[in-house]
Every structure is written in structure tokens, then in C-alpha cells.
């Protein structure tokens, strides 16, 4: 029997997606499942007359396979992850690699990538991106790892990636050992920020302007036609025209509680580790939150009062200006996310290539988007570009949007409509291009209460200095300490 170019461990619904990819590609595929019935399920029905081959035990998988080994695990992230490396291990020989596809926290990437090359084989922790369709059609792939697998799996992943309109493949290694899921990690903190974003630009049209679903949604068919074409201005433009049985929009239906399955959540604490001001991501965090808890919010909605949503102006301009507040705020985003990926880059020595992700990004994945190219074009003008609103195409757009988006954070809030991500995105952009900001006073403050020291606009940056506010705290200074 001929032998799998590649095994695959996991065969739910990304994982079969995945097989099948492969497969059609014209890759064997050896697949395995802890519940075994499930590999005769797959087998014997979708898989069935394909070059794909069952195997009920690990060591069944390994002797499938050509050498070196490629094992993929499509596995719940944590300790499963663990488990399967410790499992597979006896099997494996030397220059074998293990590749771990999951939702995985890049830290516990670095610690593996050291664990299966203290062995001496190699191990790819890759984010994939693009749900279940992606995963059978082209996700986007963000490998990283051992770079000495790279070659080994180059040739399958390219093969079943997502392409851009020129061929170019949406997947090319992103670095060592844990590089690859911390941009699939930020790659999913900026998802979580696009689809606050959009849900804002609803609550503002629907609360505000009163518009109904149908009206909604062909605002959205034609901001999918412009600068906003993207994957997730499409399905909202779906959604909005999705009706119930009874012929009622079916999104009015849905109770306003969002999940979350914590991607969010580590970037807004990686970007506190690394001292990034990562505010619109982690403000569309907390607005999950705040939409979970809505027994408390029903509660204080009887009790809480605000002003009552009113809008006797031109509607259509409003429309216009929402557009514009919104793709501004999109890409204080990306640029707040492209931050945090340069600052751990130096933080664990990846040499990231930025424009090289947003071409990863711009098809396959969850926020594919024509706005990506021309974060491409902003990297490869200048490869050290130091903040994307510093790229003269980006700054102009946000110049140019900027009194659209004040009109909108300032009439939704007037009207009491909460805009996080919109006037997050703001003060962020405020904020940059300020040179002087309130934290001398704050300096003073600290060095009041915790003679924390201050450096002086009259001294060379490095110098620190102590003041005895008080005349009874004497000389004696704090150490420095900078997040």
C-alpha cells in the first residue's frame, strides 16, 4: 500500500474539512481519532473511494507515513495538545514533525517547539483561519516553529491555502516557535475589533436613524462595493436580510448576549505585557462582557435613565459619515494590532514579515479584506514602518474621515448610545498625534505619593529627579519601573 504524504489527528468538522482539502489537491491523507468510530464513519462515508486512508492506532498512523512524518493535530487547544505529543513521541524518529493546527496559546507553542526538538524532531504550531468553508476550500495559514519543517510542509500547506487574485498563496512562515499562533491570536483580537465595530455602525443606524433590517442591509451591499469590502460586511449584509419563518428579520430575534472563546482576551493581555495601547481590541472584549450580562442589564434598564434617541438631521449624510467613522476606526485597529506584533517580535526575536501577514490575511480568513492590500503596499514602501497611521495612504484616509467620525461618536453619545470602539479609536488617534499629554501631572503624582521620579522637558531623557512635595519626605527615591 502506497503511503500518506501526511497524517491528520482530530476528525471533527475542521479537521475532516481539512482532510478533504488535502486530498483534492492531490495529497494521501492518513487520519486517526481517539474515538475510533469516527475514522470508520469518515472512512466509509465522506471519505470513501479517496485517497485517504483509516488507521485505528498511533502506531498505525506512524508506519502510514512517509518519512520524515508530518502529523497534524486538529485538537481542542490545552491539554489535549499535551496529551497527543507525549502519545505520539514513541513512534516518531528523529526529523519526524509534529504539527499542532489548533486554537493554541503561543506560549505553550514556544514551550512545545523546545520540547519535540529536545527530542530531536520538529514541531509547527500553524494558526489556521476561515471556519469550517475556509478549512475545506483555502483558509489562511500562519505557520511558525522549527524553521527546518518548513520545507517538509510548504508544498501541502501552500497547495490547500487560500489565493489572492494573483495566485499569491494567503500562507508563508511567520517565525520561530511560537510566532505563528501569536498572529493567528492577534489575527482573531482584530476579528473580535471589526465585528464590534460593525455591530456600533447597527446600533447607531437601528437605535439612532431607525432603520430597519432591509434598510440596513442595503447600506451594507453597498459598503461591501467600496473601501469596506470585506468578508464580515458581506454576511452582515446577509444576515440583515435573513428572515424568520414568519417573515420577520431573523437578527431581531437573537438574544444580545455574545460568547467568546478567549483570543480576544489573550491579546488584550499580551499587549498589556508588552506596554501596547491595544484599546479598541480590548474595548470590544469588555463589550462582550458587558452584552453577557443581561439580567443585570435588564435590571438597570428600569432604573437608569438617559436621553432618548432622537435624529432630526440629513440621514443620508449621517449614513455617510458611520461609513467613514468606521473604516477610520478600522484602522486605528490594525494599527494597534501591527504594534503589538512588533513589539513582541522584539520581546522573543521573530523577524516578522508585516506585509507578508497582511497578504496571509487577505483571503481565507475571517477578516480578508481589499483594505489588506493596502496594508501590503504601506510594509513593502517602508519595511520599518514604525505605526500604520504614519503611512502616508492611511494617514490621509483617517485625516480625510476624521470630522465624520467626531459627528458620529458625538451624536450617538449625545443620544446615549454607547460607541466603545468608535471613541476608543478616537482618543487613540487623539492621543498619538498629541505631543504633550497630561502625564507630567501623573508623573508628579506618582512621585508625591511613591517618589517614583519624573524625567524634565529641560533635561537629557534618562535623568531622573525626585521632588520633596511636602518638605517632611526627604531625598530618598523609589526605582524606576516602565511596563
Same mark, same amino acid.
Given at each position: 500500500?502506497?503511503?500518506?504524504?501526511?497524517?491528520?489527528?482530530?476528525?471533527?468538522?475542521?479537521?475532516?474539512?481539512?482532510?478533504?482539502?488535502?486530498?483534492?489537491?492531490?495529497?494521501?491523507?492518513?487520519?486517526?481519532?481517539?474515538?475510533?468510530?469516527?475514522?470508520?464513519?469518515?472512512?466509509?462515508?465522506?471519505?470513501?473511494?479517496?485517497?485517504?486512508?483509516?488507521?485505528?492506532?498511533?502506531?498505525?498512523?506512524?508506519?502510514?507515513?512517509?518519512?520524515?512524518?508530518?502529523?497534524?493535530?486538529?485538537? @481542542?487547544?490545552?491539554?489535549?495538545?499535551?496529551?497527543?505529543?507525549?502519545?505520539?513521541?514513541?513512534?516518531?524518529?528523529?526529523?519526524?514533525?509534529?504539527?499542532?493546527?489548533?486554537?493554541?496559546?503561543?506560549?505553550?507553542?514556544?514551550?512545545?517547539?523546545?520540547?519535540?526538538?529536545?527530542?530531536?524532531?520538529?514541531?509547527?504550531?500553524?494558526?489556521?483561519?476561515?471556519?469550517?468553508?475556509?478549512?475545506?476550500?483555502?483558509?489562511?495559514?500562519?505557520?511558525?516553529?522549527?524553521?527546518?519543517?518548513?520545507?517538509?510542509? @510548504?508544498? =501541502?500547506?501552500?497547495?490547500?491555502?487560500?489565493?489572492?487574485?494573483?495566485?499569491?498563496?494567503?500562507?508563508?512562515?511567520?517565525?520561530?516557535?511560537?510566532?505563528?499562533?501569536?498572529?493567528?491570536?492577534?489575527?482573531?483580537?482584530?476579528?473580535?475589533?471589526?465585528?464590534?465595530?460593525?455591530?456600533?455602525?447597527?446600533?447607531?443606524?437601528?437605535?439612532?436613524?431607525?432603520?430597519?433590517?432591509?434598510?440596513?442591509?442595503?447600506?451594507?451591499?453597498?459598503?461591501?462595493?467600496?473601501?469596506?469590502?470585506?468578508?464580515?460586511?458581506?454576511?452582515?449584509?446577509?444576515?440583515?436580510?435573513?428572515?424568520?419563518?414568519?417573515?420577520?428579520?431573523?437578527?431581531?430575534?437573537?438574544?444580545?448576549?455574545?460568547?467568546?472563546?478567549?483570543?480576544?482576551?489573550? #491579546?488584550? =493581555?499580551?499587549?498589556?505585557?508588552?506596554?501596547?495601547?491595544?484599546?479598541?481590541?480590548?474595548?470590544?472584549?469588555?463589550?462582550?462582557?458587558?452584552?453577557?450580562?443581561?439580567?443585570?442589564?435588564?435590571?438597570?434598564?428600569?432604573?437608569?435613565?438617559?436621553?432618548?434617541?432622537?435624529?432630526?438631521?440629513?440621514?443620508?449624510?449621517?449614513?455617510?459619515?458611520?461609513?467613514?467613522?468606521?473604516?477610520?476606526?478600522? =484602522?486605528?485597529?490594525?494599527?494597534?494590532?501591527?504594534?503589538?506584533?512588533?513589539?513582541?517580535?522584539?520581546?522573543?526575536?521573530?523577524?516578522?514579515?508585516?506585509?507578508?501577514?497582511?497578504?496571509?490575511?487577505?483571503?481565507?480568513?475571517?477578516?480578508?479584506?481589499?483594505?489588506?492590500?493596502?496594508?501590503?503596499?504601506?510594509?513593502?514602501?517602508?519595511?520599518?514602518?514604525?505605526?500604520?497611521?504614519?503611512?502616508?495612504?492611511?494617514?490621509?484616509?483617517?485625516?480625510?474621515?476624521?470630522?465624520?467620525?467626531?459627528?458620529?461618536?458625538?451624536?450617538?453619545? #449625545?443620544?446615549?448610545?454607547?460607541?466603545?470602539?468608535?471613541?476608543?479609536?478616537?482618543?487613540?488617534?487623539?492621543?498619538?498625534?498629541?505631543?504633550?499629554?497630561?502625564?507630567?501631572?501623573?508623573?508628579?503624582?506618582?512621585?508625591?505619593?511613591?517618589?517614583?521620579?519624573?524625567?524634565?522637558?529641560?533635561?537629557?531623557?534618562?535623568?531622573?529627579?525626585?521632588?520633596?512635595?511636602?518638605?517632611?519626605?526627604?531625598?530618598?527615591?523609589?526605582?524606576?519601573?516602565?511596563?
Amino acid at each position: 500500500m502506497s503511503k500518506a504524504d501526511i497524517g491528520l489527528i482530530g476528525l471533527a468538522v475542521m479537521g475532516e474539512n481539512l482532510v478533504m482539502n488535502m486530498e483534492s489537491k492531490g495529497f494521501t491523507v492518513a487520519v486517526f481519532n481517539r474515538t475510533t468510530e469516527k475514522v470508520s464513519a469518515f472512512v466509509e462515508g465522506r471519505a470513501k473511494g479517496k485517497n485517504i486512508i483509516g488507521t485505528y492506532s498511533l502506531q498505525e498512523l506512524a508506519d502510514s507515513l512517509k518519512k520524515p512524518r508530518k502529523v497534524m493535530m486538529m485538537v @481542542k487547544a490545552g491539554k489535549p495538545v499535551d496529551d497527543f505529543i507525549d502519545l505520539l513521541l514513541p513512534y516518531l524518529e528523529a526529523g519526524d514533525i509534529i504539527i499542532d493546527g489548533g486554537n493554541s496559546h503561543f506560549p505553550d507553542t514556544i514551550r512545545r517547539t523546545k520540547y519535540v526538538e529536545d527530542k530531536g524532531m520538529f514541531y509547527i504550531g500553524t494558526g489556521v483561519s476561515g471556519g469550517e468553508e475556509g478549512a475545506l476550500n483555502g483558509p489562511s495559514m500562519m505557520p511558525g516553529g522549527s524553521p527546518q519543517a518548513w520545507l517538509h510542509v @510548504k508544498p =501541502i500547506f501552500q497547495a490547500i491555502c487560500a489565493k489572492v487574485e494573483d495566485g499569491s498563496p494567503c500562507c508563508d512562515w511567520v517565525g520561530e516557535n511560537g510566532a505563528g499562533h501569536f498572529v493567528k491570536m492577534v489575527h482573531n483580537g482584530i476579528e473580535y475589533g471589526d465585528m464590534q465595530l460593525i455591530c456600533e455602525a447597527y446600533h447607531v443606524m437601528k437605535d439612532l436613524l431607525g432603520m430597519s433590517a432591509d434598510e440596513m442591509h442595503e447600506v451594507f451591499k453597498e459598503w461591501n462595493e467600496g473601501e469596506l469590502s470585506s468578508y464580515l460586511i458581506e454576511i452582515t449584509r446577509d444576515i440583515l436580510a435573513y428572515k424568520d419563518e414568519d417573515g420577520k428579520p431573523i437578527v431581531d430575534k437573537i438574544l444580545d448576549t455574545a460568547g467568546q472563546k478567549g483570543t480576544g482576551k489573550w #491579546t488584550g =493581555i499580551a499587549a498589556l505585557d508588552e506596554g501596547v495601547p491595544l484599546t479598541l481590541i480590548g474595548e470590544a472584549v469588555f463589550s462582550r462582557c458587558l452584552s453577557a450580562m443581561k439580567a443585570e442589564r435588564v435590571e438597570a434598564s428600569n432604573v437608569l435613565t438617559g436621553p432618548k434617541p432622537s435624529f432630526n438631521g440629513d440621514k443620508k449624510a449621517m449614513i455617510e459619515d458611520i461609513r467613514k467613522a468606521l473604516y477610520a476606526s478600522k =484602522i486605528v485597529s490594525y494599527a494597534q494590532g501591527y504594534t503589538l506584533m512588533s513589539a513582541a517580535a522584539k520581546t522573543y526575536g521573530w523577524n516578522l514579515n508585516y506585509g507578508g501577514i497582511a497578504l496571509m490575511w487577505r483571503g481565507g480568513c475571517i477578516i480578508r479584506s481589499t483594505f489588506l492590500g493596502k496594508i501590503k503596499e504601506a510594509y513593502d514602501n517602508d519595511p520599518e514602518l514604525s505605526n500604520l497611521l504614519l503611512d502616508p495612504f492611511f494617514r490621509q484616509t483617517v485625516m480625510d474621515a476624521q470630522d465624520s467620525w467626531r459627528r458620529v461618536t458625538a451624536t450617538a453619545l #449625545t443620544n446615549g448610545i454607547p460607541v466603545p470602539a468608535f471613541t476608543t479609536a478616537l482618543c487613540y488617534f487623539d492621543g498619538f498625534r498629541s505631543e504633550r499629554l497630561p502625564a507630567n501631572l501623573l508623573q508628579a503624582q506618582r512621585d508625591y505619593f511613591g517618589a517614583h521620579t519624573y524625567e524634565r522637558l529641560d533635561k537629557p531623557r534618562g535623568e531622573f529627579y525626585h521632588t520633596n512635595w511636602t518638605g517632611t519626605g526627604g531625598s530618598t527615591s523609589a526605582s524606576t519601573y516602565t511596563a
